[in-house]
């Protein structure tokens, strides 16, 4: 099967059930967000400016928890923010399992072989050195950490166990050189690289989650998917970006840049996505074989953004995960508050201009589900696709040429770095080569959480200007 039964037989029956109580509007995903805070800087994310007021807040694990009861969404998907900063972040992944619902944790991975770490000494035993000396010869841990998990846990703290209900979903936006350009901070793809293939050693379920944009190079997609596919990883998510408030505010406001020159149209996202079916033969792609049509341009849907409704700090959001026209105090009352007629796009066109360019997955994905705009043999459609063998790993990735980044020297502070160890290159021209870089770069483009913390690659142009200096 592509995807496990025990998983795709709870979200039918789910589905199955408020069909036959005819529940107008029922969630399906729980987008939840503990914390807006972060460790990265993601161009072209909104997130944290959105909520700029309020990143040093945090919901309690108990709302977390009643949440999840609350709108009965067989998934939780938990977001930020970064959700491994939580401070109870493994209680709230484990009280999630014991209400018996699916857990993803999108993360952009820089934290995962830590909680790992967490999870190997706290199940620690005499058994767990040919785990130890296998991860230690992959140089996936030192000896440090090794001597470390020896030692033990016994803080009665629960750890992140592998688990077929638990899904590390982890942001790659590419290749090594533009992931670490999106995310504004070299070593993040590695770092990524890494704590995937430790998850999978030790038999965790991983994903990746991608987003598309203007300057996303189809073709690095594709050689992504190979690569990912070629280290067994169990499956991916790719959505679209579009130009929704927040990010555009960032895009003109931090960086300077016009968003039309990052963002996708309509027209662009179905010629980004026109293999994505392609794709969802030789990948495991998460989503629907309908929505895979909507992206590709061979059919309309409309949105479905109640069936993924977003709890964060400030209530339940709403009209969707991107756009903001008030918070909730539950669930139900914005499902009865909101008027849904205002949003989205009917038959191409669109009720709201804010909802004009998105097709993105938090809104789509549920349709093709749920038999929005149904079509007859859709459903079976979805169940062959649900229900076939999953694509077999990828020999092709390996011959990928993932690193192709700062591991080879051509990271994107490069031409910074060199000029603040050689002065005379600075005077140069080293600066503007940088700059060039900085203006033409492929895939300047963005995705997850971030703090809005350039100061690495400020710190550097700062030193490279002072080097200029000195030379006259």
């Keep these: 099967m592509r995807f496990p039964l025990a998983l795709t037989a709870k979200i039918a029956r789910h589905i199955i059930k408020h069909k036959v109580a005819r529940t107008p509007k029922f969630a399906l995903v729980l987008q939840l967000e503990p914390l807006h805070t972060c460790n990265l800087t993601c161009t072209g994310c909104g997130r944290i400016r959105e909520y700029s007021t309020s990143l040093k807040d945090m919901m309690s694990l108990e709302d977390c928890l009643q949440s999840a009861v609350e709108c009965e969404a067989p998934m939780v998907s938990i977001c930020g923010g970064e959700p491994l900063i939580y401070p109870k972040i493994e209680e709230l992944i484990a009280g999630i399992l014991e209400q018996g619902r699916i857990v993803y944790v999108c993360t952009n991975g820089m934290f995962m072989r830590k909680k790992m770490r967490d999870y190997l000494a706290a199940t620690y035993s005499a058994g767990s050195e040919a785990t130890l000396q296998k991860l230690l010869a992959e140089k996936l841990i030192t000896e440090k950490d090794a001597e470390t998990i020896r030692k033990g846990k016994n803080d009665g703290r629960p750890v992140i166990r592998p688990t077929k209900w638990m899904y590390w979903n982890v942001h790659v936006d590419g290749l090594e050189y533009t992931h670490d350009l999106i995310v504004e901070r070299e070593g993040v793809f590695k770092e990524c690289v890494e704590a995937i293939r430790m998850a999978k050693a030790l038999g965790?379920?991983?994903?990746?989650?991608?987003?598309?944009?203007?300057?996303?190079?189809?073709?690095?997609?594709?050689?992504?998917?190979?690569?990912?596919?070629?280290?067994?990883?169990?499956?991916?998510?790719?959505?679209?970006?579009?130009?929704?408030?927040?990010?555009?505010?960032?895009?003109?406001?931090?960086?300077?840049?016009?968003?039309?020159?990052?963002?996708?149209?309509?027209?662009?996202?179905?010629?980004?996505?026109?293999?994505?079916?392609?794709?969802?033969?030789?990948?495991?792609?998460?989503?629907?074989?309908?929505?895979?049509?909507?992206?590709?341009?061979?059919?309309?849907?409309?949105?479905t953004a109640w069936a993924i409704p977003t709890r964060n700090v400030k209530g339940w959001k709403a009209p969707c995960y991107l756009m903001t026209d008030g918070h909730y105090g539950g669930y139900q009352e914005m499902l009865q508050k909101v008027n849904w007629e205002k949003y989205g796009v009917v038959d191409g066109v669109a009720r709201d201009p804010r909802c004009e360019n998105c097709m993105v997955h938090c809104g789509y994905d549920p349709s093709g589900a749920l038999g929005t705009n149904y079509k007859r043999g859709d459903n079976w459609k979805n169940f062959r696709y649900n229900f076939a063998a999953k694509p077999k790993p990828d020999p092709r990735g390996k011959l990928v040429k993932a690193f192709n980044g700062v591991s080879i020297g051509k990271g994107h502070l490069a031409e910074a770095k060199a000029a603040i160890n050689s002065p005379r290159a600075a005077a140069n021209g080293a600066q503007s080569v940088f700059f060039r870089r900085e203006e033409s770069a492929p895939a300047v483009s963005g995705g997850g959480c971030s703090t809005g913390d350039s100061s690495e690659r400020d710190n550097l142009l700062a030193k490279i200007q002072q080097a200029k200096d000195s030379q006259h």
């Design 204 to 303: 965790y379920q991983v994903a990746t989650n991608t987003t598309v944009y203007k300057e996303t190079d189809v073709q690095e997609l594709e050689n992504m998917f190979e690569f990912f596919s070629s280290m067994e990883v169990d499956g991916h998510t790719i959505s679209p970006g579009y130009d929704y408030d927040s990010a555009k505010k960032d895009m003109v406001k931090r960086l300077g840049r016009q968003p039309e020159d990052f963002f996708l149209t309509r027209a662009m996202t179905r010629a980004k996505f026109a293999k994505i079916q392609e794709w969802g033969e030789r990948f495991t792609i998460f989503g629907t074989p309908v929505y895979q049509e909507f992206l590709a341009g061979k059919r309309e849907l409309t949105c």
